[in-house]
């Protein structure tokens, strides 16, 4: 009998889902709206009844389904209890008890940082290395450790968080973590186009982006590519946070390789490059020499992820 699961990644406009074999192939995949009414608890049921229709449109039993991993945006402890997830407007609750419930499959779920960094190590620009750390440069900045091949969750499902590692006591407005000074304030989309904004009342150089009414991270990147000053500063500074602080992690976890992903990753070698610029000078000598990768499951690494969550739960998983 064949066997397969499902990877179910949960965001706060939509729900990704994947139907995968047992080797890590995914044979379909899916985008449904997240749906924020009832408190949230539509979520975990809208999620639940599509897994049901399409294992019945596809002619799948019960019994050949190992189970459904489930990526949240938000801390997962080992047992599945949530804390709360506030994008979603939910509380405490089980995921895994309550997603089984409904669907009569096993659960696994984890944080979304964390399950696509297990992706991206599988199947992804991580793949080889079993000690890495995924850094998403998104709307916010996320994270993911994996440690001989599995998640560091740490005791409360909040490990990982790299978005928040302080990097500039000086700062005066705050994080929306409530604290100052966070990587996510320099290094993500909205960090990189607030830099910009503060670069350009202080002094446009001339620079391009002195003309553009709309200033996003890209147009920055595309900039500095070309060679325009001010851009370059821009991602120079971004960067050196980064530097700065994926070296503090480096020190902790000690890695082989550091796997960019989100949508600023598309600068490619220009933020890589900078990256390890900064990187080298701020950490120690013996691990200086560490790999700095582009992610390539894109918007696939979660709900890969969640698959191998289950995949390595019932002791199936294939490293191909």
């Given at each position: 009998?064949?066997?397969?699961?499902y990877?179910?990644d949960?965001?706060?406009?939509?729900?990704?889902?994947?139907l995968f074999?047992v080797?890590?192939?995914?044979?379909d995949?899916w985008?449904?709206?997240?749906r924020?009414?009832?408190n949230?608890?539509?979520?975990?049921?809208?999620?639940?009844d599509?897994?049901?229709?399409?294992?019945?449109?596809?002619g799948?039993?019960k019994?050949e389904?190992l189970?459904?991993?489930?990526?949240?945006?938000?801390?997962?402890?080992d047992?599945?209890?949530?804390?709360?997830?506030?994008?979603l407007g939910?509380?405490?609750?089980?995921?895994?008890?309550?997603?089984?419930?409904?669907?009569?499959?096993?659960?696994?779920?984890?944080?979304?940082?964390?399950?696509?960094?297990?992706?991206?190590?599988?199947?992804?620009?991580?793949k080889?290395y079993?000690?890495?750390v995924?850094?998403?440069?998104?709307?916010?900045?996320?994270?993911?450790?994996?440690?001989?091949?599995?998640?560091?969750?740490?005791?409360?499902?909040?490990?990982?968080?790299?978005?928040?590692?302080?990097?500039?006591f000086n700062e005066?407005?705050?994080?929306g973590?409530?604290?100052?000074g966070?990587?996510?304030q320099?290094?993500?989309a909205?960090?990189?186009?607030?830099?910009a904004?503060?670069a350009l009342?202080?002094?446009?150089?001339?620079?391009?982006?002195?003309?553009?009414?709309?200033?996003?991270?890209?147009?920055?990147?595309d900039?500095?590519k070309?060679?325009?000053?001010l851009?370059?500063?821009?991602?120079d500074?971004?960067?050196?946070?980064?530097?700065?602080?994926?070296?503090?992690?480096?020190?902790v976890?000690?890695?082989?390789?550091?796997v960019i992903?989100g949508?600023?990753?598309?600068?490619?070698?220009?933020?890589t490059?900078?990256?390890?610029?900064?990187?080298?000078p701020?950490v120690?000598?013996?691990?200086r020499d560490?790999?700095?990768?582009i992610?390539?499951?894109?918007n696939?690494?979660g709900i890969?992820?969640?698959?191998?969550?289950?995949?390595?739960?019932?002791h199936?998983?294939?490293e191909?």
């Open positions: 009998m064949k066997r397969y699961c990877g179910v949960i965001g706060g406009t939509g729900i990704k889902v994947g074999d080797e890590g192939n995914m044979l995949k985008v449904i709206a997240t924020k009414t009832d949230g608890k539509d979520v975990l049921k809208d999620a639940a599509f897994l049901l229709e399409k294992s019945k449109e596809k799948l039993t019994e389904i189970g459904v991993g489930v990526g949240i945006p938000g801390p997962v402890k047992n599945g209890d949530v804390l709360e997830l506030a994008n939910l509380g405490y609750f089980n995921l895994e008890e309550e997603m089984s419930a409904m669907t009569g499959y096993k659960v696994k779920a984890a944080n979304d940082a964390n399950v696509a960094a297990l992706g991206e190590q599988w199947k992804g620009k991580g080889g079993e000690n890495m995924l850094v998403t440069l998104g709307t916010g900045v996320g994270g993911g450790v994996i440690h001989n091949g599995k998640i560091v969750a740490g005791s409360g499902g909040a490990g990982g968080e790299i978005g928040h590692f302080p990097v500039n005066e407005e705050s994080c973590c409530g604290k100052r966070c990587l996510e320099y290094a993500s909205t960090g990189i186009v607030r830099l904004k503060q009342k202080r002094d446009s150089k001339g620079s391009l982006l002195s003309q553009e009414e709309d200033i996003t991270s890209k147009l920055v990147f900039y500095a070309k060679g325009d000053e851009a370059l500063e821009i991602v500074e971004a960067c050196r946070y980064l530097g700065i602080a994926l070296a503090g992690v480096a020190q976890v000690d890695p082989e390789a550091f992903g949508g600023v990753s598309k600068a490619g070698d220009i933020l490059s900078h990256i390890s610029k900064h990187y080298k701020n120690m000598k013996a691990l560490r790999e700095f990768l992610a390539s499951l894109g696939d690494a890969y992820g969640c698959a191998r969550l289950i995949l390595t739960s019932n199936q998983i294939s191909s």
